[in-house]
Nanobody, 124 residues
C-alpha cells in the first residue's frame, strides 16, 4: 500500500511559478512510476506528466511541455512538479498518482494509488 500526499498548491499570477510536491509512504518508491494529473471543474481528470520507475524517463502532455518539469528524489520518496509560465487554464486540482508498470500511462484508471490533490489557482 502506498499513501500519497500532495503539497505546494496555491494562488499565483499568470506567468508565475509553483512547485508541487508529493510525498509517498511505503517501500520501494523507486519501483513505482509516478504521475501528475489535474482536474478542473466540470472536466475530466487530465494527464500532465509521468516519471517512470528505475530511470525509465519522463513524458508530458502537450499542453504543459516546455513549461512543467517532473522530477523525483528517491531518497526522500518524493516526486515534484515544477510549473512555470503558468496560465489561467492551468487552474485545477492537481493529483499525484503511482503505478507499478503497464501501458496507457495517460489514463487515470491505470494508476494504483492516488493522493487527495492540491488546488492550483492562476489569476489572469
Amino acid at each position: 500500500q502506498v499513501q500519497l500526499l500532495e503539497s505546494g498548491g496555491g494562488l499565483v499570477q499568470a506567468g508565475g511559478s509553483l512547485r508541487l510536491s508529493c510525498a509517498a509512504s511505503g517501500r520501494n518508491f523507486n519501483t513505482y512510476s509516478m504521475g501528475w494529473f489535474r482536474q478542473a471543474p466540470g472536466k475530466e481528470r487530465e494527464f500532465i506528466a509521468i516519471d517512470r520507475a528505475s530511470g525509465g524517463g519522463t513524458s508530458y502532455a502537450d499542453s504543459v511541455k516546455g513549461r512543467f518539469t517532473i522530477s523525483r528524489d528517491n531518497a526522500k520518496n518524493t516526486v515534484y512538479l515544477q510549473m512555470s509560465s503558468l496560465k489561467a487554464e492551468d487552474t485545477a486540482v492537481y493529483y499525484c498518482a503511482a503505478r507499478f508498470t503497464g501501458s496507457d500511462y495517460r489514463i487515470p484508471s491505470r494508476y494504483d494509488f492516488w493522493g487527495r490533490g492540491t488546488q492550483v489557482t492562476v489569476s489572469s
